[in-house]
């Protein structure tokens, strides 16, 4: 009996430790510049890792102090977890399925468009007040400024792999043929422009190409790449909780036939 719930306590504390890569891939997506602005997944994630820290907590104390009513929680409220991480991972996985960027000419960055991504996250950077809210937490981020610094010359920036949202919102798109002064300055084009993006892009360090269509699919290109690393510390993570659970119920299933066959011995003798 004695040796079942120390096992139990053991595969708990177990459970403690899967919380710490759940909460810190929440900490590491609120660092990245568009996940702050866009606040969407790492609330979900810091909940969930700070929740399965709990329940864990709560079933290495039951296990250890032998409380059976917090086993009996912990067995329960990890099975549902469990579920709601599953969910989270099928989510993510869903809305990231689609969604890449397009080569270029003579470029080694990628343009990005928004019709290739899901239409769940579209809705997110669509319309003007979320826009607009996301736009101004962007524009005041070194995002962009920071390329100045670091390619001083068309050919080094022409040859440079910049991220999605420096590609979207911080230039404008090759296709509308401006001439490169630096990574946030270009010369406008004499022919007439079709693309409306085109016709949105601004040197003023404050604009650029925030309230491009651009800017939004690289955003969105931006939050797939984060997202979907996410995803595989989460698929981990569901994985070896599984595992624990299994062997948690296990050994409780084994503590109450102990304890069953302790109290019949005792009646018998």
């Not at 086993?71 to 991480?85: D, E, K, P, S």
């Not at 040859?159 to 490169?180: D, H």
């Not at 595989?232 to 109450?256: D, E, H």
């Amino acid at each position: 009996m004695a040796l079942n719930h120390t096992v139990i306590a053991g595969i708990n504390f177990l459970a403690v430790l899967l919380s710490v890569p759940v909460i810190a891939i929440g900490i590491w997506l609120s660092t990245q510049t568009d996940n702050s602005c866009v606040q969407l997944l790492q609330w979900p994630v810091l909940v969930i890792g700070i929740v399965i820290l709990v329940v864990a907590i709560a079933g290495f104390v039951g296990a250890f102090w032998r409380m059976p009513q917090l086993l009996l929680f912990y067995l329960v409220a990890m099975f549902v977890l469990i579920l709601v991480v599953a969910g989270l991972v099928i989510f993510i996985y869903a809305v990231t399925v689609s969604g890449s960027g397009h080569p270029a000419t003579n470029r080694a960055y990628l343009e990005y468009r928004l019709e290739d991504y899901s239409g769940w996250l579209r809705r997110r950077v669509e319309g003007s007040h979320k826009w607009n809210r996301i736009k101004r937490c962007l524009s005041s981020t070194s995002v962009c400024a920071q390329m100045n610094q670091t390619y001083t010359s068309a050919q080094d920036f022409f040859n440079a792999r910049i991220s999605p949202l420096q590609s979207g919102c911080c230039k404008p798109p090759t296709g509308c043929g401006y001439t490169f002064v630096s990574p946030t300055n270009w010369i406008s084009p004499i022919s007439v422009i079709t693309d409306v993006d085109c016709s949105l892009w601004s040197n003023d360090e404050t604009a650029l190409c925030y309230s491009c269509s651009s800017c939004k699919a690289g955003l969105l290109a931006n939050l797939r790449r984060e997202w979907r690393t996410a995803d595989l510390v989460l698929v981990v993570t569901l994985v070896a909780l599984i595992f624990v659970y299994t062997m948690g119920c296990y050994a409780y299933q084994n503590a109450k036939t102990d304890q069953l066959f302790s109290r019949y011995k005792q009646g018998y003798t």
